[in-house]
C-alpha cells in the first residue's frame, strides 16, 4: 500500500498525563504507557514489576515535563 499526500511538518507531542517506561529484563526495546493520574501509575507499577523494568518518566502538561527524569524539557517522541 503506497501513501499518498503529503507529509506531516508538525512534530506528534504527547498527550497530558503520567508516563512509565516498559522494559523487559534483558531486553533492550522500550514501550511507553500513559495513565490518567497517580493512582492508576501505582497499580501499572505493581503489575508490570512482577515480569518487567518499569521506569517512571513524568507527568506532561502543555507539552512539557513537569516532574521525573526529563523535568523542565519539552515533549518530543
Known amino acids: ?5 503529503r507529509p ?14 516498559l522494559r523487559t ?17 501505582k497499580l501499572a507499577m505493581e503489575q508490570y514489576g512482577k515480569s518487567k523494568t ?5 507527568q506532561v502538561k502543555a507539552g512539557k515535563w513537569v516532574d521525573g527524569k526529563n523535568k523542565g524539557k519539552k515533549t518530543a517522541k
Open 1 to 5: 500500500m503506497v501513501k499518498r499526500g
Open 8 to 21: 506531516p511538518t508538525k512534530p506528534p507531542e504527547l498527550k497530558e498525563g503520567f508516563y512509565l517506561e
Open 25 to 41: 529484563k534483558g531486553s533492550a526495546s522500550v514501550v511507553k504507557i500513559r495513565r490518567e493520574n497517580m493512582e492508576e501509575v
Open 54 to 58: 518499569v521506569t517512571y518518566l513524568g
